[in-house]
């Protein structure tokens, strides 16, 4: 079924109930003819951690939001959760929730962006607490990667949320303190931190490509839409901002 507006695809994206950045993030991101639908990932738990876990034990409720919309493809743009509950309880949901759609999450997308560019060796740009910068590393060491460094931007004294609230530059002035780090591939971690302007100025480190969670969810879910590879090629496309650069700055008035 063709749609007047997404020609290209029709994209079901869920994403925090408070998140700021996805959804201008992805509407920067994706290409003319693709659109989206945007469902809430909802808990009333007082506790960050708690919603997270909440939002994955809470997957096929909050799909129904989609009605019987036709869906090219699901993106889980909630890497926190994917930490919290590890790689087998994603792996399971995933394989769930594809019954209807490819459910592409951002955890296994950055996943899939570090074996296409060949990445074992991986540094971390992290605006989570501690506990939840841990529990990131956790997760990417399970899923067969090496941390070789984080840093942290962690702004526990931010008025709205820690990671929202953080300004377009942050990501890059944390990109600075990589070097050195001997990394195959750069992450800025959480869809909820500004993370474009900082891959166009910096998109790489000593050669090491840096890549955000909300750019390889994109990367990935476009593959899917497409019938295409998700492969090194069309990353670095991504990551070069070729395809995005120009709406970016007219998203932001530049």
Known sequence: ???????????????????????????ILLPPGA???????????PKLNDRLVDYVAGLDATCVQFANAPLGA???????SSYLVGPKAEDEAVARLSARAPFITAGRAVCEAFTALGAKRIGLVS??????????AAYWTARGFEVARIISMATPGAAFHPI????????????????????EAV???????????????????EGA??????????WRAMAALRGEAADAASLHRWISG?????????????
């Open 242 to 254: 070729a395809d995005w650069r120009a709406r970016y700055a007219e998203r932001l008035g530049a």
């Open 164 to 183: 929202y609230a953080l300004a377009e530059g942050d990501a890059s002035a944390a990109l600075a303190a990589m070097q050195g780090a001997g990394v």
């Open 35 to 45: 659109a989206m639908l945007t469902a809430r990932l909802v808990s009333n738990k």
């Open 209 to 218: 490509p840096v890549i955000s969670c909300n750019l390889a969810l994109i």
């Open 187 to 205: 992450i800025l971690l959480g869809t909820g931190m500004p993370s474009l302007g900082a891959i166009l100025a910096t998109p790489d480190v």
């Open 1 to 27: 079924m063709r749609l007047a507006y997404a020609r290209n695809g029709l994209l079901g994206v869920l994403t925090p109930q408070a998140n700021t950045t996805v959804e201008p993030e992805f509407s």
């Open 74 to 80: 699901f993106a889980f743009a909630c890497t926190g």
């Open 127 to 136: 605006p989570y607490p501690p506990d939840l910068t841990e529990a990131s």
